[in-house]
């Protein structure tokens, strides 16, 4: 794992190597079995994130828990970045197709930090996820096509790399159509433990209280 950037100060850092090219293949083998081998039924599919201009097969954390269990693996990795102990919230995985494009927006509380981790392309060309130099004081639903004026980095990810970034406080998106057949990614997200957004961890569908076991 190598860190390129300074999180503190920009907001964001490219982490290369994060995972490795094995585990990223490991990780989309076991999840096409649980999908299946035929084809991503989107044609008729008409709904979507309004970040998006089209569908795209997405899978959120809670539905597949082997993908909690990247968020929880990786959170002291992510801590020791930030400086700050974490608390996960949530993950989810994402396809997108050849042209696509995702809006450029701030992400919701729950988003304090996140971590953008490329596990592959069809056709092997980086894609680049571009984020704002700017930093936004608090949450805004704020969605538009580009940057506008605003000074903006440029990250391209090989396959096992990573940006982690500030999705609270810097803009972000690929403003760049993707230039391959499709690109699998996975999206993981952190709330500060002592921080304003703390009860946004585990993005209410966990829960910290003690468990208590009982035996018959």
């Not at 991503?40 to 599919?45: D, E, H, Q, R």
């Not at 994130?49 to 997405?58: D, G, K, Q, S, T």
Request: charged share 25%.
């Amino acid at each position: 794992m190598n860190i390129v950037g300074d999180y503190e100060k920009e907001g964001y850092v490219h982490i290369r190597a994060l995972v490795s090219e094995e585990v990223a293949q490991a990780f989309l083998q076991a999840l096409k079995r649980q999908i299946g081998d035929g084809p991503i039924a989107l044609s008729g599919k008409r709904d979507h994130v309004n970040l998006l201009h089209r569908p795209a097969f997405e899978i959120y954390g809670h539905h597949y828990p082997p993908m909690l269990h990247f968020l929880w693996g990786l959170t002291p990795t992510v801590s020791a970045i930030v400086g700050r102990e974490l608390l996960p919230t949530y993950d989810y995985f994402r396809i997108y197709r050849e042209g696509d494009r995702c809006r450029v927006h701030y992400d919701r509380p729950s988003c304090e930090h996140s971590l953008s981790l490329t596990l592959d392309y069809s056709d092997g060309v980086a894609w680049p996820l571009e984020l704002g130099r700017t930093p936004y004081p608090e949450p805004s639903a704020r969605v538009e096509e580009d940057f506008g004026d605003e000074a903006y980095g440029s990250i391209a990810m090989e396959v096992g790399d990573a940006v982690l970034y500030r999705g609270v406080q810097h803009r972000h998106g690929r403003i760049t159509p993707n230039p391959n057949g499709w690109s699998a990614h996975l999206f993981l997200h952190w709330v500060e433990r002592e921080g304003a957004y703390r009860d946004h961890g585990f993005d209410g569908h966990g829960n910290t209280a003690k468990v208590n076991f009982s035996f018959s």
